[in-house]
């Protein structure tokens, strides 16, 4: 097709440069002909550019978009973590009233959520110092790993971090002091470090072995892009 164009093109030119010494002012009727058969490569070019720079799917959206995805991927992952812990034996949550999830006693540890100052909590250390930062890069990918910017993903962590404390929690124990700050500052930390590491192992392409780790460090990837280096989505 370009040899084509190239044939084309010099014709084109020839036949400019004859009518010129014939016609005169007549051989500017070639120049529109010249002018479209050097427009279609550049546009070609152009359009190839643009589908290489696309790294993510849904980067075109707006913010607002990308924030009501990622927080629908946020409430199932909270969701799913709620339902570990209402299971979990109290050793792991530090939950030991039986009557915990009574709704009178929810009501009343809402209103202290509320109205006093959160806490040092005394939960295990992997809790508090694994589990959480592991958290918080979570929400953090879901914008980030739609080509969403560093700001928005650190706030789209610190709100989901929040929205954790206060209301998936906020009704069987107080916020916790650890917790409001470790979440969204050591979990935008690690989520900025399992991206680029994400990025690095797609460069030439997922091994098997690559997409088992990256289901494990950054699943919020996964479930925006999942393995493919082209797959494109407006």
Same mark, same amino acid.
Do not use: C, M
């Given at each position: 097709m370009n040899s084509i164009r190239l044939t084309v093109l010099i014709a084109a030119l020839l036949f400019a440069a004859v009518s010129t010494n014939v016609h005169g002012q007549d051989s500017l009727q070639v120049l529109p002909i010249?002018? !479209?058969t050097l427009r279609l490569p550049l546009q070609e070019l152009? !359009?190839? +550019? *643009?589908? %290489? /720079?696309?790294? %993510? /799917?849904?980067? /075109?959206?707006? %913010? $607002?978009?990308k924030f009501l995805r990622g927080t629908g991927y946020s409430f199932l992952f909270s969701l799913s973590i709620g339902m570990y812990l209402v299971v979990a034996p109290p050793e792991i949550t530090q939950w030991y009233a039986e009557n915990k999830f009574k709704l009178p006693v929810l009501q009343k540890q809402y209103r202290k959520t509320f109205t006093t100052p959160p806490? =040092? !909590?005394h939960d295990l250390w992997v809790v508090n110092y694994i589990g959480h930062p592991y958290q $918080?890069?979570?929400?953090? /990918?879901?914008i980030r790993s739609q080509g969403g910017t560093l700001l928005q993903s650190s706030l789209h962590n610190l709100f989901q971090s929040l929205f954790w404390e206060y209301v998936w929690e906020g009704g069987v124990e107080q916020p916790s002091i650890q917790d409001i =700050?470790?979440?969204? =500052?050591?979990g935008s930390l690690v989520g900025e470090l399992t991206h680029k590491a994400t990025l690095s192992m797609r460069k030439n392409g997922f091994r098997w072995y690559e997409k088992v780790a990256v289901c494990l460090i950054n699943p919020?990837?996964?479930?925006? +892009?999942? %393995?493919?280096?082209? *797959?494109?989505r407006k």
């Open positions: 010249v002018e !479209d152009t !359009d190839s +550019n *643009k589908h %290489f /720079n696309q790294q %993510f /799917n849904f980067e /075109n959206r707006s %913010f $607002g978009n806490v =040092i !909590d $918080g890069s979570y929400y953090y /990918n879901t =700050i470790v979440t969204p =500052i050591a919020a990837y996964v479930l925006n +892009n999942g %393995f493919s280096l082209t *797959k494109r």
